[in-house]
């Protein structure tokens, strides 16, 4: 079980290391790019969470629901504040008002599907185990956006197609 762990978490550098070292095209396929992100993050995770094979059994399907609907709550509300930024100059003070409400209700919806997982969270996984998921999805933020502007800074461009 040790030597499947060092082996998938070399694994997971390696493939870190190629997608880093790999010059990035300037009309890369945004598909590709986010499932790129979504592997690594399940790897990410994974090593984090060193979970059991019984534990990663269990907690993927809830995982997966989770990043599910969150995914498509974030991507309507990105939606919704392109529209707003493009517009803004345009829109009068009901506008606004419906704008900023609408953000409160996403950022209740949101807590409420977070607390809704946390429960399936705690039904799947020991506690210690809740507790890191929540930091390696802190970490692994971090890590992208520091990985992200460290390309941007070789980039001459500034990472812009």
């Not at 990105?78 to 953000?103: P, Q, S, T």
Request: no cysteine.
């Amino acid at each position: 079980m040790k030597k499947l762990k060092i082996t998938f978490s070399l694994i997971l550098f390696l493939f870190t290391g190629v997608l880093l070292a790999q010059p990035q095209q300037k009309r890369q396929n945004m598909g590709d790019h986010k499932e790129n992100i979504e592997s690594m993050k399940i790897g990410f995770l994974t090593q984090k969470l060193d979970l059991t094979p019984d534990e990663a059994k269990r907690f993927w399907p809830v995982y997966n629901g989770y990043a599910d609907e969150l995914k498509k709550m974030r991507g309507d509300r990105r939606d919704r504040m392109r529209d707003a930024r493009e517009g803004f100059d345009k829109m009068n003070d009901k506008d606004v008002e419906k704008m900023i409400d609408g953000e409160m209700v996403f950022k209740q919806q949101e807590l409420d599907v977070m607390k809704k997982y946390n429960s399936q969270f705690k039904e799947v996984l020991p506690m210690k185990k809740v507790a890191l998921l929540y930091k390696a999805e802190e970490d692994f933020k971090r890590e992208l956006i520091e990985r992200i502007k460290e390309r941007r800074q070789g980039d001459p461009d500034g990472g812009r197609p």
